[in-house]
């Protein structure tokens, strides 16, 4: 990150880090939509051997499934998604942000 701005030379920069936020988000959808379609395997499994804990063991164990699959998937998705926004923010965007009079760069470009 540089050290002063580019159009006013102050030292007050900030990062805005929009490509990590959005791709992070998108990520975290994506990999809990994925992580949860490809535990519906798991989840029969659970549900088949919760049944002998009885009709509730069945549904916990088809629930419990589903909903670690796609908590495990949403995470492994949102650092994903953090990853490429990061890179996004470094070589595409202007990433960084004056806070004395509102100028935006790239870091790269100073």
Do not use: W
């Amino acid at each position: 990150m540089p050290s002063t701005c580019p159009k006013c030379k102050s030292g007050r920069i900030d990062t805005r880090n929009l490509g990590k936020k959005a791709c992070g988000a998108i990520g975290t959808v994506a990999g809990a939509a994925s992580g949860a379609a490809s535990t519906m395997g798991g989840a029969e499994i659970g549900g088949t051997v919760g049944l002998a804990a009885g009709p509730g063991g069945a549904i916990l164990g088809t629930l419990a499934g589903a909903i670690l699959g796609a908590l495990f998937g949403g995470a492994a998705g949102c650092a994903v998604g953090a990853t490429l926004g990061e890179v996004v923010d470094e070589h595409i965007l202007n990433n960084c942000r004056c806070l004395e009079c509102g100028y935006t760069f790239g870091a790269q470009r100073v």
